[in-house]
Structures are given as structure tokens and as C-alpha cells.
């Protein structure tokens, strides 16, 4: 049990140290290559603060673990709006722009209906996938185009200052390989320490996964919105959320899909993916009435984090 432990806690950190250079060297190469910064926020980050998730989704189904790759993906989207969203508006009142609301929050809704729809055979099959994958890529170029006149997103809390000489190139590249490695290898001794801490204490993969292992990798999303609230860019951490939570469904779920197909465990459709969509569901008056999510909003919403958590051990 020992042993498991010392996994999924070192699986964990390595996972946070390889996604944080992930992102950062990813911004960088991007800078390099005089990629926009809108683009750049929009992709890049988005991808690498969700990369820990993907990583260890895709390695748990190869290595015959479906609980834990989609308990993963469920977790985490209840976490982003549970608990990351809940803290950061505890600490500061989060602002709502009207994009947020008019475009991204229902595509976010849409996107977990569409999850519920596919699952609710209880498999993910390769062709629903593809069509996750798609709707991933239709969604990238609509923000793009939609956000042409806005720059950066997610930038604004990422130090973005990189040297411009070749051995600085060379060195961003460098750091990008070996986080890729660490993310790989984080995610592998992850998934290997959660399936022997459940049998030790005789829980369910899907337990673990939708515990731990989400908070673990939800961590990226909750240091960027606490960092985007301390330096009054309240506006940016809902949206970081939101784009986290599409991006989850339409490319982790997507891509992991399509490399193997995903039995869905018939609790994770009966109630945690209920506790995915009720969610979102119960703020949206609060979002359309006021534009913010208040301290009291945000302390409902840890609280309804910390019921599901009880609710599920």
C-alpha cells in the first residue's frame, strides 16, 4: 500500500512540474515562431494546462483502466466549477464577460449533453469520437474567428519573455521534449499508484479517479484563476474554466476515443455525470442575472464540491 501511495503522490507532482514547463515552453516556441497570441492562448495553453489529463485518460484505456480514464475527464469538470471556481470566487467576486455567457457557457452545456448522449450505451465507441474530435476543431475556429479583436487570454498570466538567439530556441525545444517525457511518465506511475491504493483500501477505480487523481490534475486550471485573480484579471478565470471543460470533453474524451474505444461504468452515467451537467445548470441564473459569481455563490458551489465528495466515498 506503501508503495501505491508513493506512485500516485510522486505521479501527481511530476504531472504538475511536467504540465507547468509544458505550457510555458509551448508559449515560448509559439513566440518563436511569431504564432499570435490570441491563437497561442487559445490552443497552446488550452492544451497544455489540460495535457495531464489527457495523458493519463489516454494511458489508463491502453492499459485496461476505463474507470479511471473517464472518471478523470468527469472529476476534473466537476472540480473546475466545484472547487476551482468556488475558491477563486471566495477570494475575489469573478466577473462574467457577455462572450462567456452568450457563446462559450452553452457550448459547454452542449458539449456534456453530447458526452451523456454517447455514453449512455455505456461505451464510447471510435466514431463518436471522431465526432468529439470534430466538434473540437468547428469550436477552435469559432473562438478564433469570434475573438480576432481580443488578444491573449490566458497570457496574461504566463511570464511569456523568452530569448530570441537560436541557443534560446534550442533550449525551449529541449524543455518541451523532456515535460512531454514527464507528463508521460507522471501519467503512467499515476494510473499504476490510484489502481493500488484502490484495491489496498478497497475502493473503486472510478473513486480514486474522480478524487484524486482530478484534483491533482486539475491543478494547472486552479493556479491560473487564483494567479488571474490576485492580479485582477477576474474576468479571465471563468473563461479559463469553461474552455477547460469543453476542451476535456471534446478533445481528452475525443482523442482517447479514438485510439481506444471506453466502457462507461453505469455509476459515472447515473450520477456523476448528472453532477457534471447540475452544476453548470443550478449557476447559469446567477451568471445571466448579475454577470459575477459572488463569495456566497462561490461558497455554495465548494460547498456542493465538498457533498459530492462525500457523497461518493
Known sequence: MIVGWLQLIGGLLILLVGGEYLVRSSVKLALHLNISSIVIGLTVVSLGTSFPELVVSVNAA?????????????????????LVLGLTAIVFPISVERSSIALHWPLMLLSTLLLILFAWDLNIETWEAFILFGCLIAYNVLVIKVSGRTEGGDLEVIDTNIERSNSGLIRTILILLVSMVLLIFGADLLVDGAVEVARSFGLEERVIAISIIAFGTSAPELATSLIAVYRKETSLGIGNLIGSNIFNILAILGITGILHPIDVNPQILSFDLIWV?????????????????????????????????????
Request: glycine share 12%; charged share 10%; net charge neutral.
Open 62 to 82: 491502453l492499459d485496461g483502466h476505463p474507470d479511471i480514464s473517464l472518471g478523470n475527464l468527469v472529476g476534473s469538470n466537476i472540480a473546475n466549477l466545484g
Open 277 to 313: 451537467l447540475g452544476i453548470p445548470l443550478l449557476i447559469t441564473p446567477f451568471l445571466l442575472s448579475r454577470m459575477k459569481v459572488s463569495r456566497l455563490e462561490g461558497i455554495l458551489l465548494l460547498g456542493l464540491y465538498l457533498s459530492y465528495m462525500y457523497l461518493i466515498f
